[in-house]
């Protein structure tokens, strides 16, 4: 059995790298083997062709889409740049054939290593990746600078869930694609994260930076930013969306940390 790791980000050493390193460890820890490769090293090329998806396959570099089609699993990850996946990512995705990912599993994480803006939006665009490919993906993991440490745990313990989903590999019911969508649907609608807007993601920011700035802020700076947490809370928990993001904003900046 092989996990494939996938590092999006140009940087070796970076976040990505540290993350999708973790993921490995967690599958090889179960017995699989792991192969980490990083597309930089790859004559990735955006899609510039005239056709269709079968042209745009012929963009990767082939070494590259037979590593993903002999994988029995994908963990992919990718540094957020400006709210998005970056666009070597991007590439890869537009163009890699790979044939067998009906129901392969794979798990996928986006790093917004700055501000932290981009975490859900960021791991929601390879999650919709995942789903038009019709993998069948497990935990997504939006990460920021704030949740490093547990972003590095739980990817631990979802690649090592990862090598269970390949024992009992189970592709989408359906002889061709277009056959496949109400099952694939079904099985994304268990996903978390696949719904979640903007304010939502100023609610995580807002809670990671409540967990990890617990014994090294100021106690009234905490103090304050709970209670704007919970005030917003109480608001979306009320319907007025815009209030309450305004308020999570405001907890968020209250603890905010810049370098
Ligand atoms: C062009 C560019 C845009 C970026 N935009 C964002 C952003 O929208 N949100 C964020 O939190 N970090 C942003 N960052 C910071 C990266 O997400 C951060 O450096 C991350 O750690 C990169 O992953 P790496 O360490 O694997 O390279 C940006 C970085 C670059 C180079």
Redesign the pocket.
């Known amino acids: 059995m092989i996990i494939l790791g996938i ?1 999006g ?3 070796r050493n ?4 540290q993350l999708a390193q973790a993921a490995l460890e967690g599958a090889a820890a179960q017995g699989a083997q792991t192969r980490l490769i990083y597309l930089v090293d790859y004559a990735l090329r955006p899609f510039t062709g005239q056709g269709n998806a079968e042209e745009a396959e012929t963009f990767c570099p082939e070494t590259l889409s037979l590593l993903c089609e002999e994988a029995d699993a994908l963990v992919l990850g990718a ?5 998005d996946i ?1 666009g070597l990512t991007k590439d890869f995705m537009d163009t890699v054939r790979i044939r067998n990912s009906n129901g392969k599993p794979a798990l996928g994480f986006a ?9 859900l939006s960021g791991v929601q665009s390879i999650y919709h990746w995942f789903y038009h490919r019709q993998f069948r993906a497990i935990d997504p993991t939006p990460v ?1 600078r704030f949740n490093m440490a547990e972003a590095v745990a739980s990817l631990r313990q979802s690649g090592a869930r990862l090598v269970e989903e390949v024992v009992k590999f189970q592709p989408f019911p359906g002889r061709a694609r277009d056959d496949r969508w109400a099952d694939v649907l079904a099985h994304y609608a268990t996903l978390p994260y696949f719904d979640a807007d903007p304010v939502d993601e100023f609610f995580l920011l807002a809670r990671q930076l409540l967990a990890c700035r617990r014994g090294n802020a100021p106690e009234e700076t905490l103090a304050l930013a709970q209670a704007d947490y919970d005030r917003a809370l109480a608001l979306l928990q009320e319907g007025q969306r815009p209030e309450a993001g305004r308020l999570a904003v405001r907890a968020y900046e209250r603890l905010y940390y810049r370098g």
Do not use: C, D, E, Q
């Open positions: 590092v980000s140009p940087r970076g976040r990505t790298a540094p957020v740049y400006y709210g970056n790093i917004a290593g700055g501000s932290g803006k981009g975490l920021s």
